[in-house]
C-alpha cells in the first residue's frame, strides 16, 4: 500500500489548456471572415448604387439640403466598403501564413499591421462579422494579453492609418461633399452648382493625424502626377471668375489636398459601380 501511495503522488496528472492557441480555430474563423466581408461588400456595393439614383433624383427635384444628407452617408458607407475590402485582404494574408504564425514566439515585423489592424478594428466591426471575434481571441492567446491591449489601443500606431480614417467618426468635409454631389450630376446627365462659399471657405484641414494628413498628401500628388490632374476638371460654370487664392491659403492647402484623395478613392468606387 505504501508503494502504491508514492507511486499515485508521484504521478504528474495530465494537464488540459482550455486556453492555448489553436491554429485550426483560427485558420477556419478567417474563411468565414473572408467570406462574409465579400457578401457585405457586394451587399454595400448595391445599395450605393440604389442611394446614387436616389440622389440624383433629389438633385432633379431641387432638394439639395436633402441631397447634400443623403450622399453625407453614401460617402460614410464608401468608407466603411473601403476599409472592408482591406480587412478581408489581411485576413486572407493571416491564413495564407497560419501555418507560420502557429511557429511563432512574437509577432513579426512584417505582420504587425496586419494583426493589430484586425484587433484594433474587431469591436468596429464584430456587429457585422462576429467571426472576427474568434479571430482577435485567438491572436490574444498566441501572442499574449499586453499585446492584444497595446493593439486595442494603437499604441505603437501600426494600425493601417487608412483603415483608421474611414472608420473614424469624423464626416466628411462640405467640399467632398459638393464635389460628390457634382460628379453625381455629371454621371446622370444634371446641371449642378457647386456652393462657392463652401468651395473658397474650405482652407482648414479635416481634423486627421498629421502622419495621415501627410500620407493623403503624397497618395493625392502620386495620382496627379500619374493621372494628370483630369479626373475632376470641369468647365467652369458661367459668372465671374473664381478669385485666385492667397500665400496664406496656399499654405493651408493640404486640406485641400486631403479632399481630392479622399474624392479620388470615392470616385473610383463610383466610376467601377457604373461599368457594372
Known amino acids: 500500500n505504501f508503494y502504491y501511495i508514492l507511486q499515485k ?45 436616389d440622389i440624383s433624383d433629389l438633385l432633379k427635384a431641387g432638394r439639395y439640403e436633402r441631397a447634400r444628407i443623403k450622399v453625407e452617408h453614401v460617402i460614410r458607407e464608401d468608407y466603411i466598403t473601403e476599409a472592408m475590402e482591406i480587412l478581408q485582404q489581411y485576413c486572407d494574408l493571416l491564413l495564407a501564413r497560419a501555418g507560420l504564425i502557429e511557429t511563432m514566439a512574437y509577432c513579426e515585423e512584417g505582420l504587425l499591421e496586419c494583426v493589430n ?15 472576427m471575434v474568434e479571430v482577435e481571441k485567438q491572436l490574444g492567446k498566441k501572442f499574449g494579453k499586453a499585446f492584444l491591449e497595446q493593439a486595442h489601443a494603437n499604441r505603437t500606431n501600426t494600425v ?14 462640405p467640399v467632398l461633399i459638393e464635389r460628390y454631389l457634382e460628379e453625381i450630376a455629371r454621371n446622370y446627365g444634371l446641371s449642378y452648382q457647386m456652393d462657392s462659399k463652401v468651395m473658397l471657405a474650405e482652407t482648414i484641414p479635416e481634423p486627421i493625424s498629421d502622419k495621415l494628413a501627410q500620407t493623403l498628401h503624397n497618395d493625392s500628388s502620386t495620382q ?7 479626373m ?4 467652369p460654370p458661367p459668372g465671374p471668375p473664381t478669385p485666385p487664392k492667397s500665400s496664406d491659403t496656399a499654405d493651408a492647402g493640404t486640406g485641400t489636398n486631403n479632399g481630392d484623395d479622399e474624392l479620388d478613392d470615392l470616385m473610383d468606387r463610383f466610376n467601377a459601380l457604373k461599368k457594372q
Not at 36 to 50: A, G, H, V, W
Not at 117 to 131: A, F, G, K, L
Request: some cysteine.
Open 160 to 173: 493601417n492609418e487608412k483603415v483608421v480614417h474611414r472608420l473614424g467618426v469624423t464626416p466628411p468635409s
Open 9 to 53: 503522488k508521484l504521478t504528474v496528472p495530465k494537464i488540459v489548456t482550455m486556453n492555448s492557441f489553436k491554429s485550426v480555430k483560427l485558420q477556419t474563423n478567417l474563411k468565414l471572415c473572408v467570406s462574409r466581408y465579400e457578401l457585405l461588400i457586394k451587399k454595400k456595393t448595391e445599395q450605393s448604387q440604389r442611394a446614387r439614383k
Open 117 to 131: 489592424t484586425i484587433i484594433w478594428t474587431t469591436p468596429r466591426v464584430q456587429h457585422d462579422i462576429q467571426e
Open 224 to 230: 496627379t502626377t500619374q493621372s494628370g490632374g483630369a
Open 232 to 235: 475632376f476638371q470641369t468647365p
